[in-house]
């Protein structure tokens, strides 16, 4: 709406912004497809028991290598993966996990060269080491206090 | 990326280690910007709760992480 309005003023401006929206789109369009790929096949093929298997409450120990992987491998906007987390939440992912697969996001494989120019590889090397252990406290905290007062009632 | 750079850079012009490397944690780990998508898909409670550990967590990563390094640098 703003852009309409803009348009009539200040074209060059709207167009800009449009290119730039355009560019973004094109840009991130590969990971929504991605995104919405993995929704399709977890509606299909994840029924709730599954999830409650793997990433449920019953899950045990196998849960958090699923997710600590998933997280350092999930790339493109977090909010691409708020839908998907928010499914496999209603279908009884652990809140644990949830926030364990979040944390390990900045764990980010193709930027490490960066960071070893920077920082050197012994301190990448242990950041990332202490991010992952941490990763998985952050999940144990975030479920031990979002279930103190009986959990909550999510959109997904 | 962008906090890789600045945190390198940070690091030439002489601020600490420990500093550096809590501003990078929280910023990869932290998100304030998304806290209202969060909070819509996976409960207001848990979005607040999950930043609000990262946060605290940020500080005790660098700290450590320093402490690693003297110990095996």
């Known amino acids: ?156 | 990326m962008t906090s890789y750079i600045i945190g390198g850079e940070l690091l030439k012009n002489g601020v600490s280690l420990v500093a550096v490397l809590a501003f990078i944690v929280s910023w990869v780990t932290v998100g304030t910007v998304q806290l209202p998508a969060e909070s819509l898909m996976l409960g207001r409670k848990f979005a607040l709760l999950r930043n609000g550990i990262s946060l605290i967590m940020a500080i005790a990563i660098a700290v450590l992480t320093v402490l690693i390094l003297g110990i095996f640098g």
């Not at chain 1, 094109?26 to 599954?50: C, E, R």
């Open chain 1, 1 to 156: 709406m703003v852009y309409l309005i803009l348009g009539f003023w200040n074209p060059q401006i709207v167009l800009a912004g449009l290119e730039v929206f355009l560019g973004l789109l094109k840009k991130n369009l590969p990971i929504v497809g991605i995104v919405f790929a993995l929704l399709f096949l977890s509606n299909l093929f994840l029924n709730p028991k599954t999830v409650l298997k793997y990433l449920g409450t019953g899950a045990g120990s196998r849960g958090w290598p699923i997710a600590v992987a998933a997280g350092i491998l999930s790339a493109g906007p977090i909010y691409m993966w708020y839908p998907l987390l928010g499914d496999l939440k209603a279908k009884g992912m652990r809140d644990a996990l949830i926030a364990t697969f979040l944390y390990n996001r900045a764990v980010k494989i193709p930027l490490l060269p960066m960071m070893i120019y920077y920082f050197g590889l012994k301190l990448v090397v242990i950041l990332t080491i202490l991010m992952i252990l941490f990763s998985v406290l952050n999940g144990l905290l975030v479920e031990r206090l979002t279930s103190r007062n009986g959990g909550e009632q999510t959109e997904s």
